[in-house]
């Protein structure tokens, strides 16, 4: 029991409790021999209060932290999206602009010096049979007409009206609608389908028919080629020409809608407009007055005129599908007659027409010129007429219109009734030249 207790690592026996020879106070682990590993039990056992009972014991309290000392750094979630400064903006944006022009310079250079840039598209020998245009299809005929299809201007003292007409000579003959030119001073400004302009003179009216005809100071001018209006049917395809609401050199398409369309038109104080018109459903608008209207083989079988709306008097009309022109037939005789004489013979039957039939519809004759063509066909005041050429009369406005739609001469069928006798006749139509 004398011996020293060299697991604690102190002597008992030495004053203070100073460490043994060898000991921990060395600085170095005890070894259990020499030429051996340290002992894995080896601790710092003199910075141990509770292993020696000589040193003194003390209780340290650590100081209150500085504020904001303590603080911990703020954690930043790496996943959270940044911000990109102005300098990652100006560096994206340079190295995209370089991009851009290098690739810009590669193509442009390929495309110089016929480098392997991709075709494309698919490559034809020729254009396919719906591109060629062929003469009697719709961009044939039109290509074919507007160059004899013109806009007329007219001043007047109620400012500037426009509308349409069509070259119907090389001398520079024009046709077009009386109301184009009814208020202008007998003069008129044309424009063609290239965009020159001509002055133009008016040669003659014929404001009941609504037609006129106009000259310009210009030769070598293409006419139209005319065609046969009493040969359309209903159905068969048309174009209309000319310049609707100022648009110069419009084509629309459409169809025959009816034939023989009788109804009268004209302003208050002026002259009453009578039609026997083709009716069709291409579109036509203010301004298309007196452009051609053009059958399927590119010949004119009319002349736009007026059209229907459901607005009421006075307001501006837009096409709804229901426009019509006057029969070819009718406004090449009357055109003939103006550019020859100066003037329109007018077609005539000898009466005077009045209201409707009592029963059974028809047209009543008020009065029958002794002398006239009704007279002399045996017709008479009080008869009724039922039927003109097969046409049913409903209204006096059809016996007018159908009769001015014919040429002097024409002998046409007329069905009447007399008392409660039907009666046939055959009447040869007269002009009344005014």
Not at 366 to 384: C, F, H, I, M, S
């Amino acid at each position: 029991m004398g011996g020293t207790d060299v697991t604690d690592g102190w002597d008992w026996r030495r004053p203070g409790g100073s460490p043994a020879p060898g000991g921990p106070a060395s600085g170095r682990p005890p070894q259990d021999a020499p030429g051996q590993a340290p002992s894995p039990w080896w601790s710092d056992a003199l910075a141990d209060p509770w292993r020696d009972p000589y040193a003194p014991a003390a209780v340290v309290v650590p100081a209150a932290p500085a504020p904001g000392a303590g603080e911990p750094e703020p954690v930043v979630d790496p996943d959270l999206p940044t911000r990109p400064g102005l300098r990652q903006v100006v560096l994206i944006s340079l190295v995209t602009a370089l991009l851009a022009g290098s690739l810009g310079s590669a193509l442009t250079y390929a495309f110089l010096r016929g480098g392997d840039v991709p075709t494309i598209g698919a490559q034809s020998g020729q254009a396919p049979a719906l591109a060629q245009r062929k003469p009697e299809s719709l961009a044939g005929v039109a290509e074919r007409v507007l160059p004899s299809v013109v806009t007329i201007r007219v001043v007047s003292l109620g400012g500037t009206s426009e509308g349409s007409g069509f070259v119907v000579t090389s001398e520079g003959h024009i046709v077009t609608n009386d109301h184009v030119v009814a208020d202008g001073p007998g003069k008129a400004t044309v424009v063609f389908n290239d965009g020159s302009t001509a002055a133009a003179t008016v040669v003659g009216q014929d404001p009941e028919s609504d037609l006129a005809v106009i000259k310009v100071s210009r030769t070598g001018l293409a006419p139209v080629q005319f065609g046969d209006s009493d040969a359309l049917a209903v159905g068969d395809p048309v174009l209309a020409i000319g310049s609707p609401l100022s648009l110069a050199n419009t084509v629309t398409a459409g169809i025959v809608s009816a034939l023989d369309r009788t109804m009268q038109a004209g302003e208050p104080g002026g002259p009453t407009r009578y039609y026997a018109a083709i009716q069709t459903d291409a579109a036509v608008n203010h301004g298309n007055s007196g452009g051609p209207l053009v059958d399927g083989a590119g010949r004119v079988v009319g002349v736009n005129s007026t059209i229907k709306s459901l607005v009421a008097d006075g307001q501006e009309a837009g096409n709804i599908g229901l426009a019509f022109a006057i029969p070819i037939n009718q406004a090449k005789r009357i055109t003939e007659d103006i550019i020859g004489t100066g003037k329109a013979r007018r077609t005539v039957i000898g009466a005077q027409v009045g209201g409707t039939g009592a029963t059974g519809g028809g047209v009543r004759l008020n009065a029958v010129e002794p002398a006239g063509p009704a007279a002399a066909a045996g017709l008479r005041t009080g008869d009724v007429v039922l039927r003109l050429d097969g046409h049913p009369m409903t209204d006096p406005t059809d016996l007018v219109a159908l009769v001015r739609k014919y040429a002097p001469g024409s002998v046409v069928t007329v069905e009447y009734r007399r008392g409660s006798s039907r009666q046939n006749a055959s009447v040869t139509l007269a002009a009344d030249a005014k």
